[in-house]
């Protein structure tokens, strides 16, 4: 069946960004995160492409459980532990890392672990500024002994989450000062950095780092990506030219009529919109890329086409090939600075039905 809209993965760029993080942080382990899917492009496909990955971390039982069932037992941290004391059995038959960052879940702890066949490794949670999750640093020390007295769990370290490091012009000085103490204190390994981190301070990277938006290629920081590093796009939107129509000076188009021609225009119609993912928020300008030319979105998205501008580009005809996002010359970042989405929303907001179309498979197999 032919399928105008599709994703394309590259697994080849998948690993080469994973190898990247694992030059940059070349004395730790690094955890893929594919919480949400792989971030939109499928945990499992995610999974078996990095097949040589130090382990995983996500957020949901369920995909703990998907994991294991397709035959994947690399090391999996629950980033944010479990919710209740059959997760927590599961956890621990499953063997997974266990993020412990309230005191909820330390009684559930207490209350369970007797029943635990074997032993559950915990990474303990600090709150260092983010404010949402963890213990503060003052009330770390009776949860290490809480955890001391108990024989089925195990201490793997501490771990914590900067609440900024996405931004340059924000510093991560005065959290890394309140954890490196705990650290310190309890010489214990530990896991802090995410992407941003990773890229901004080595002192972060510890036993393992937790890579999400640079293992699919996406800028992390809210400015311009530092020079230096060479990560690749992953996923890419690709549709096609479905329609043509001529425009004279002052033919509005499409919906609203909020777009109205100042001069003759050659419009393709392209079979992709808002019920595909691509935003609807997209504004006249949004670029794009036909046939290799970067062009622009025109007028408003609808649900399953968008009208893109031709009168430039030429030789253009129904079938052409159209990129939406995913390429050198045309980043997500770009789709996300016109559309005020984040690149990260744009992956987890496309529709589960689009056909997905994998390349660079063979350097798994290399
Ligand atoms: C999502 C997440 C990460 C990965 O963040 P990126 O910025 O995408 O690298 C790391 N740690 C925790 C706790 C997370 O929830």
Redesign the pocket.
């Known amino acids: 069946m032919h399928s105008t809209t599709r994703v394309q993965l590259d697994l080849a760029a998948l690993r080469h960004n994973y190898n990247q993080i694992k030059q940059i942080a070349d004395s730790s382990k690094a955890y893929a995160?594919v919480?949400s899917d792989a971030?939109g492009h499928g945990l499992l496909r995610i999974a078996k492409g990095l097949h040589d990955a130090d382990g995983f971390?996500l957020?949901q039982m369920d995909d703990l459980r998907a994991l294991r069932e397709s035959g994947i037992w690399k090391p999996v941290l629950l980033?944010?532990g479990v919710m209740d004391a059959s997760d927590l059995l599961d956890a621990a038959i499953l063997k997974a890392e266990v993020?412990l960052r309230s005191e909820a879940q330390l009684q559930m702890i207490e209350k369970t672990s007797v029943a635990l066949k074997q032993p559950l490794a915990i990474w303990l949670k600090v709150n260092t500024g983010m404010n949402r999750f963890g213990f503060p640093p003052a009330q770390i020390e009776e949860v290490m002994q809480r955890l001391a007295s108990n024989s089925s769990v195990k201490l793997k370290g501490v771990?914590t989450?900067f609440a900024c490091?996405?931004d340059l012009d924000c510093e991560i000085e005065g959290q890394w000062r309140v954890f490196h103490e705990v650290v310190r204190r309890y010489q214990l390994p530990f896991t802090a950095?995410?992407?941003?981190a990773?890229l901004r301070d080595q002192r972060t990277h510890g036993e393992v780092v937790?890579?999400?938006?640079?293992?699919?290629g996406?800028n992390?920081f809210s400015q311009a990506m530092p020079v230096g590093y060479d990560f690749r796009p992953v996923m890419s939107l690709r549709s096609e030219i479905i329609g043509l129509s001529n425009l004279q000076k002052g033919d509005a188009l499409g919906y609203g009529a909020s777009f109205v021609a100042d001069r003759p225009m050659l419009i393709g119609l392209v079979g992709c919109g808002y019920g595909d993912g691509y935003p609807y928020t997209a504004p006249t300008g949004t670029p794009v890329l036909v046939k290799g030319n970067l062009t622009r979105v025109v007028g408003k998205v609808a649900m399953n086409v968008m009208a893109v501008d031709l009168t430039e580009v030429g030789r253009v005809g129904l079938g052409d090939p159209v990129v939406l996002w995913g390429d050198h010359q045309l980043p997500i970042s770009e789709v996300s600075k016109y559309s005020g989405v984040l690149s990260?929303a744009l992956e987890c907001g496309l529709t589960k039905r689009l056909p997905v179309c994998l390349i660079g498979e063979e350097s798994i197999f290399a």
């Not at 950095?193 to 941003?196: D, F, K, L």
């Not at 937790?210 to 699919?216: M, V």
């Open positions: 995160v919480k971030y971390a957020i980033l944010e993020v771990m989450h490091a996405d950095a995410n992407s941003a990773i937790r890579a999400g938006s640079l293992i699919y996406n992390p990260e």
